[in-house]
């Protein structure tokens, strides 16, 4: 068999590490702070990390933590928000990690239809009527999975629906400087931070093995998530907070984004390419940034039933339902037919003879 075209993790590649620029930080921030580093304590996170991020996002140290990678964080912040009956709603898609670990913390999950601009808000109206989340779960920057990014005017009225109806909204934006092309929009906090919580993480911009991610919420909810943390990890890996920090205060952050964005633009335009001229059939959303295209099979293609062909013909694909809070309810993204197809890890060769394969079965 030819060699086998991965389309399923959204995972950096190797060869998007900084490993030189890191271990120099590394060595730097081990022997600099030694007492620190190499010690338990610093439980919401290494001082100079939150003080760059606090400066960063204009927000006070408070309100600032750094934990170990953003999915941690995400699970204890659910600990904290969701009790017995809560009800989490998310887009439809949406990230199936986030899916799992609301459900495991014991919330019902509510899909809210997703449309290339976002969220549908109509949807989301209508299900506030009857009732109210203890939070939603977006990812307005370039979606996991299906590449969406939410508009300005959306943002500006889920805003004011949280306060309105008075929820949590959890932004969660790994991908946001990854931007190929367009206009970023504003953050969902900078309309209005009082029901903002926003999660980011650096495992996307320097490495998701450094288990570095963060939260920013209001003081009182950052003490009480900390609080669970302490309970649960002791401390953080201080070490890579520190390195990330070292290689912040060097200047090195912004090059290295922007490197990634010359070895991910290629790849992300090879993608968009090869399903706009290949798969005429299929329903494409291109993203602005991010790591995934995705594709709404045509009519009479199911993803499952893709899947296993798919191997035989040497490509590997992702099932589309484990996405959708409703697998049942897919509308107007209908599970069966839905399919990620992530580029970041693969090159544009890859890219046109994994989209070449996937017409040919189809
Ligand atoms: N949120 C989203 C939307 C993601 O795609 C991912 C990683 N795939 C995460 C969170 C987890 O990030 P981290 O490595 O910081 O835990």
Redo the contacts with the bound molecule.
């Keep these: 068999m030819t060699d086998a075209i991965v389309f399923t993790r959204?995972v950096p590649p190797t060869e998007a590490f900084p490993t030189r620029q890191l271990a120099e930080c590394f060595t730097a921030a081990l022997e600099g702070d030694t007492a620190v580093v190499l010690q338990y304590g610093q439980q919401q996170g290494y001082l100079p990390l939150r003080q760059e991020l606090a400066k960063e996002y204009r927000v006070s140290e408070a309100e600032v933590l750094v934990g170990n990678?953003?999915?941690?964080l995400q699970d204890l912040l659910s600990a904290h928000l969701i009790r017995p009956g809560s009800v989490v709603f998310t887009e439809q898609p949406s990230?199936d990690r986030?899916i799992t670990t609301f459900r495991r913390r014991g919330a019902r999950v509510v899909g809210i239809p997703l449309e290339s601009d976002g969220i549908n808000v109509q949807h989301l109206e209508a299900a506030l009527k009857k009732e109210v989340p203890a939070f939603l779960y977006l990812?307005p920057d370039f979606q996991?999975p299906a590449g969406a990014t939410l508009s300005r005017e959306k943002r500006q009225r889920v805003v004011e629906l949280a306060n309105q109806y008075g929820f949590w909204v959890l932004e969660?934006i790994?991908y946001r400087k990854l931007r190929y092309q367009g206009q970023e929009h504003p953050l969902l906090r900078e309309f209005d931070a009082s029901r903002i919580i926003t999660l980011s993480?650096f495992?996307k911009l320097l490495s998701?093995g450094l288990r570095v991610?963060f939260m920013l919420a209001p003081a009182a909810l950052i003490k009480a998530v900390t609080k669970l943390e302490e309970d649960t990890v002791l401390s953080p890996v201080l070490p890579s907070q520190a390195a990330v920090a070292e290689y912040i205060r060097r200047g090195w952050l912004q090059p290295n984004i922007d490197q990634l964005k010359a070895l991910y633009r290629p790849r992300w335009e090879a993608m968009a390419n090869a399903v706009r001229t290949q798969l005429p059939g299929a329903q494409a959303f291109i993203p602005d940034g991010g790591f995934f295209v995705s594709i709404i099979l045509p009519e009479s293609a199911r993803t499952e039933n893709l899947m296993g062909r798919a191997k035989d013909h040497g490509l590997i694909l992702t099932p589309g339902a484990p996405f959708f809070a409703d697998p049942h309810d897919g509308k107007p993204v209908p599970s069966e037919r839905f399919l990620r197809l992530p580029f970041c890890a693969v090159t544009p060769a890859q890219i046109e003879e994994g989209v070449r394969r996937l017409a040919t079965l189809l």
Aim: glycine fraction near 20%; avoid cysteine.
């Design positions: 959204g990678g953003s999915l941690h990230y986030a990812v996991n969660d790994p993480s495992s998701p991610g």
